[in-house]
């Protein structure tokens, strides 16, 4: 099992910045990729980023250029560094964990956390 806790949510104004985090704990696979979801009110939820063990990155083309994603293995946490940020990227933000051994995939989900971008 894995445990995730994300910290870091808020309100915050058109082009400004947040910072989230999420502490994994429990039995993380070698193998593995940690990222970030979120879930706009009345919408679904999409990926925003996720970085792999290897350190290899994906964005949401929306938040490319804004947005950076890096993890610490050694405390078993990502970041998500958010930047220029606009009224539309108010969401619920979920952190995410992928293990992956012999071709099976367990994936973990956090609680979330809410960001509001509002003047």
């Known amino acids: 099992q894995v445990q995730l806790v994300e910290s870091g949510g808020g309100l915050v104004q058109p082009g400004g910045s947040l910072r989230l985090s999420c502490a994994a704990s429990?039995?993380?696979?070698?193998?593995?990729?940690m990222g970030w979801y979120r879930q706009p009110p009345g919408k679904q939820r999409e990926l925003v980023a996720v970085i792999s063990s290897g350190g290899n990155t994906n964005y949401a083309d929306s938040v490319k250029s804004r947005f950076t994603i890096s993890r610490d293995n050694a405390k078993n946490t990502v970041y998500l560094q958010m930047n220029s940020l606009k009224p539309e990227d108010t969401a619920v933000y979920y952190c995410n964990v992928k293990n992956y051994r012999l071709g099976y995939e367990f994936v973990y989900w956090g609680q979330g956390t809410q960001v509001t971008v509002s003047a």
């Open positions: 429990g039995n993380i696979f070698s193998v593995n990729a």
